[in-house]
């Protein structure tokens, strides 16, 4: 048996993500929000007393490897499927076995569920009940915000925590455990890893431990070792193993470009957003980001001073998807252009950021009768509903209360004399609104 075969466990295929994934708390890196000595999710893990849950974040975040750990925390039967390739026939299969365990030998049954967001409404629905009365508990994994591409009856059912990005010295951290550890890891190899090498993979998986693992494995089953058998791998191996060139600059440096471009768009300086995205990307920057900046701003900087940015930043955003680089500057650059040159206003901003605060700290949010849903209400409900205004009625608009009583005199969104904003003034006035 080989070095490589000792280093995989027996098993040459097993890759090293899956050989070095935590098996206990103690082994899981970062989320210290939600598995800190304190929280509630460890103290529930330990007492083996957890219930449904929805694990949410991006790639890599530690999802799946959360869910694992809680499995072998537990006594109970812990079965795992994937939403894309398990139906309704097997979501009942795992209840009823859920049931004959709990009943002849007193066990619990933890349904772990990958990619659950990809769950229909009839594969939910049949999940349901089992979640009601404790045949089963629930934890789900994924990518997509589970309030906005789950069946809110199972949501509702679940506690919800949601996982960040591991910063890059999580990753940093478990990059050199797998070099040293001689059971799951590399750890038989003569291994040199240097530290800039390291750093460069742990920047480009973006938090994705399970980019950075098989960037890792890559490097050092493909680098040949010297005369005495040592492996080194260096910053050039790096860039080779996660395809992706080194940054011409430094962390400081990358995010004080960055700021500069936001900053150029905000001040409809094109030739300087120009250069900081062309300095970016060439120093190995995910044009996708610029493309989330740009994207941003069009909304928070321009707005409704120009509608069109916006329209203008997403059709480029996709068109580089479909293109790809190079060509794909091309929109990128036109967009950037756009936005630089449209006229500005944060009246959007203002606006959201207003209603936010309302939403969270009125407590008096009682909606008007006459926009209320009645049609399954009293009749008295149905009464008060009868008073709603239909705007086509008056010709497109009429004046009416839409907001509850307690902010009915409250206006968030006030246009500024600046570009499609002087139109929308010009509405309003021929609307004949008061505010």
Known sequence: ?????????????????????????????????????????????????????????????????????????????????????????????????AKTSAKLYGKKTYLLLDECHRFSKTQSDSLLPAIENGDIIFIGSTTENPYASMTPAIVSRCRVFELKRLSIENVMTALKKALSDKVRGLGNYDIEAKEDALYHIANIASGDLRVAYNALELAALTTEPDSS????????????????????????????????????????????????????????????????????????????????????????????????????????????????EAEKSNSVVLAMDMAGEDAEKVKDDTVPPWVKNAVYGSEEDKKLASQYKYPHNYGGYCEQQYLPDSLKDRVYYVPQNNGYENTVKEIRLKKGKKK
């Open 1 to 97: 048996m080989d070095l490589l075969d000792l280093a995989n466990g027996g098993n040459k295929n097993v890759p090293l993500a899956e050989r070095m994934r935590a098996k206990t708390l103690s082994e899981f890196l970062g989320q210290d929000h939600i598995v800190s000595e304190t929280s509630l999710l460890r103290r529930a893990i330990k007492l083996d007393r957890l219930g449904s849950c929805i694990f949410w974040g991006p790639p890599g975040c530690g999802k799946t490897t959360l869910a694992n750990v809680i499995a072998n925390s537990t006594d109970g039967n812990f079965v795992k499927l994937n939403a894309v390739s398990s139906g309704v026939a097997d979501v009942k299969k795992v209840v009823e076995d």
């Open 229 to 340: 058998g040592k492996i080194t791998i260096t910053l050039k191996d790096a860039e080779e193993s996660i395809q992706k060139k080194a940054l011409s600059f430094d962390e400081q440096m990358y995010y004080d470009m960055l700021s500069a471009f936001c900053k150029s768009l905000r001040g409809s300086d094109a030739n300087a957003a120009l250069y900081y995205m062309q300095g970016l990307i060439k120093g190995g920057c995910d044009p996708l980001l610029i493309f989330r900046r740009l994207i941003a701003h069009s909304a928070e900087d321009v707005g409704m001073a120009d509608p069109q940015a916006l329209v203008i930043a997403t059709s480029a955003m996709t068109a580089f998807e479909k293109m790809g680089l190079p060509e794909g500057l091309l929109p990128l650059s036109e967009a950037i252009i756009y936005v630089c």
